[in-house]
């Protein structure tokens, strides 16, 4: 039984882990706002 709870302490610890850097990006980086152009082939419009 010891091992089992071992497991799962470090998989919550993981996750965590996993769930704090998901959550510092989200929060911290800022995108860079862009303006995209592109064209597209008259062909593949009335498809």
């Not at 091992?3 to 850097?21: F, K, Q, S």
């Not at 860079?32 to 009335?46: A, H, L, S």
């Amino acid at each position: 039984m010891p091992t089992l709870i071992r497991l799962i302490v470090v998989l919550g610890i993981l996750v965590g882990l996993g769930y704090g850097a998901l959550w510092a990006l989200a929060n911290w980086v800022e995108p860079k706002e862009r303006e995209i152009t592109f064209t597209v082939p008259p062909d593949r419009i009335g498809k």
